[in-house]
């Protein structure tokens, strides 16, 4: 059982008692260290880290979510992931994975944050709905307010799995009945990583927590918590399609010839060119494909609020609050329309008004001008 | 308004003249790439990518009218400091009395196309009016939202760090998707101006006879004498320094 599980072993002494090989040890860390991004010098590193770190203890929190991010997580390309990860890394708490249940479970959960107060990682995988109480999601018996504030108190850092946990997702989306929210508007105190995606890509799942191991630090981050390392480029730019966007062919629909051809998506509403992931570098499913490869636009599922944002399948042009025919540029026709009218009345009733003086300098005028002839 | 007797005047300096027709060339510009790359023209045809790049030179355009303009704006803040009373910046917002009053004849007169009950020539302004001057700077705070948001949404794609001082717009409002509905959005607001703006222009062209239309070309306005002589300025040589003519502090016109 998870909580029984000897803490005393290296990764790599686990990684070799299941029958890897050094060389497969190697591969993965070449591998692994290739996903974070890392220079072909630090390949080393890793290796190290790996044959000298004890497991950090890990607790999976799951919330308002649908367990996509874990699906993704064990779908993670190389063996060795799901093996160190599932097993090694060792979640000592996790609903979906785990052998024990029920109690058996929560005193797992409870034995490890007693334990490892301090040291052990918590991922949180969804949402925490705050309102009426935090009554919308309740695992054994208390809500996921309650169990994230107590679990979050004694880690040493928090892992914001998937988007639900970032930004609130599909869940959040208006009216967010439930007011489902994201990790890091609950917890203030402590480091928290953000790998938004509606799953995020089980490799770069993997690799924050191999490089959690091998630094023992946070990996660099940005401005909103996200590893730089896979959320530093949007989609758009990594894009194998972009040739056809910088040349100006569009499929404008999803079966005319220029979809057929291969064209880029923009038209029919990728969103990649406002999306922040690794999807046309790494892709999915072992490097397989992606949505855009596979001819359906990036919906920006790592985006905040991608729900919100407008259709998946039409250009973003559309503004909150006055409908969903309308665009921004159908109300600003319009309005330049009632404006341009406006204006020319203005200038009807102006002549009118001001007739008397305009008489005036016009006579005035005339009569300078007959002085010439004169 | 009778059309005897005007002084010309050189209101708008050479700087503020190239400034605003810079201004005009790079909002026109941006507005059409702008909407071009938000809704590109549909191409049926069976070309390779390899062939064409015009979508890209349509936004290498627009970034490249971008800094045109946010630099242009730059030289116009400088020169707010150094050019003439009618360029300060002082001009733009109602600080006195007068350009309060100002507002409410301009408001009056102008827009809901009253009469004045006696005829002040000091109510036409030798610069900008009041109301224009406020529209002015309302239209500045939209060109700051522009800026803020397009190279907020820019910093990403360049090494540089003048476009990368930006990059916090993005993540303050919640990722591109927000950043691109409000940067356009905000365009529209350049083409409602623009209407205003041209049609005042005119408006105040045929009513008032002063030149202007032209005075964005030339420079010059014209005044009519009895507002130099009721500012006591009837004697003076026209290129009296403002700090002699201490009337002129309280024109409501600059
Ligand atoms: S398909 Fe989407 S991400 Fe790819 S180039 Fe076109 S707009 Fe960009």
Excluded at chain 1, 107 to 120: D, L
Excluded at chain 1, 162 to 183: D, K, L, R
């Amino acid at each position: 059982m998870a909580f029984e599980r000897n803490t005393q072993e290296t990764y790599y002494e686990s990684i070799i008692r299941q029958g890897y090989s050094r060389r497969d040890f190697m591969k993965f860390s070449t591998y692994i260290a290739a996903y974070m991004g890392l220079e072909t010098s630090a390949i080393g590193q890793v290796a190290k880290s790996l044959e000298t770190t004890h497991r950090i203890p890990v607790i999976w929190e799951h919330y308002q979510e649908c367990t996509c991010c874990s699906e993704s997580f064990i779908r993670s390309d190389h063996p060795i992931v799901a093996d160190i990860i599932l097993d090694k890394i060792s979640l000592d708490y996790t609903l979906t994975l785990m052998a024990a249940s029920g109690h058996q479970a929560e005193a797992a959960k409870h034995a490890t944050m007693e334990k490892y107060k301090g040291e052990y990682i918590l991922c949180v995988e969804g949402s925490v709905p705050m309102g009426d109480d935090g009554n919308y999601c309740c695992i054994a018996g208390r809500s996921a307010k309650d169990l994230l504030i107590e679990a979050a108190e004694g880690a040493k850092a928090i892992i914001a799995w998937g988007s639900c946990a970032c930004n609130g997702c599909v869940q959040a989306a208006y009216p967010n009945p439930t007011q489902a929210t994201p990790i890091d508007k609950i917890i203030k105190n402590k480091p928290i990583i953000k790998v938004p995606g509606c799953p995020p890509i089980g490799e770069v799942m993997a690799g924050i927590i191999v490089h959690l191991i091998t630094f023992d630090r946070l990996p660099e981050l940005d401005n909103i918590g996200r590893p730089k390392a896979f959320y530093a480029k949007r989609v758009h730019d990594s894009c194998y399609r972009r040739p056809y966007y910088d040349a100006g062919l569009f499929a404008e629909t999803f079966d005319d010839q220029n979809a057929k051809e291969g064209y880029c998506l923009y038209k029919v509403g990728c969103k990649g060119p406002m999306t922040y992931n690794s999807c046309g570098t790494i892709r999915w499913n072992n490097g397989v494909s992606f949505p855009i490869q596979s001819g359906h636009g990036c919906i920006g599922c790592s985006e905040e609020d991608f729900w919100d944002n407008g259709p998946f399948y039409e250009r973003m042009t559309g503004l909150a609050g006055f409908g969903i025919e309308s665009s921004a540029d159908t109300i600003g026709k319009v309005a330049a329309g009632v404006l341009a009218g406006g204006l020319a009345a203005h200038a009807i009733a102006a002549n009118i008004s001001k007739r008397k003086e305009l008489r005036d300098s016009i006579r005035t005028a005339r009569e300078n001008e007959k002085k010439f002839e004169s | 308004m009778s059309s005897k007797n005007y002084k010309r005047v050189y209101v708008w300096e050479l700087p503020v003249r190239i400034f605003h027709w810079i201004n005009v060339l790079c909002i026109t510009v941006l507005a059409v790439t702008g909407f071009i790359i938000a809704d590109p023209p549909a191409i049926l045809s069976g070309a390779e990518a390899s062939e064409s790049y015009w979508f890209g030179t349509v936004r290498v355009i627009h970034f490249g009218a971008a800094y045109i303009f946010f630099f242009n704006m730059i030289l116009r803040i400088y020169w707010s400091f150094v050019g003439n009373r009618f360029a300060h910046w002082k001009s733009f917002l109602p600080f006195s009395r007068e350009m309060r009053k100002n507002i409410k004849h301009v408001l009056k007169v102008d827009i809901m196309l009253q009469h004045d009950k006696t005829h002040d020539v000091r109510n036409i302004s030798v610069g900008h009016n009041s109301v224009a001057a406020l529209s002015y700077v309302a239209l500045f705070v939209v060109a700051l939202v522009q800026v803020f948001t397009g190279f907020g949404l820019y910093s990403d794609m360049s090494g540089w760090w003048l476009p990368d001082l930006f990059a916090w717009v993005v993540p303050l409002l919640g990722g591109d998707f927000m950043v691109r509905t409000i940067h356009h959005v905000a365009t529209w607001v350049f083409i409602f101006f623009t209407l205003v703006h041209v049609y005042l222009v005119f408006y105040h062209d045929w009513l008032e006879g002063r030149g202007e239309v032209s005075s964005m070309f030339g420079g010059y306005k014209f005044v009519s004498e009895e507002r130099f002589r009721k500012e006591g300025l009837a004697d003076m040589p026209q290129k009296t320094p403002p700090a002699e003519a201490p009337k002129a502090e309280t024109n409501p016109a600059t």
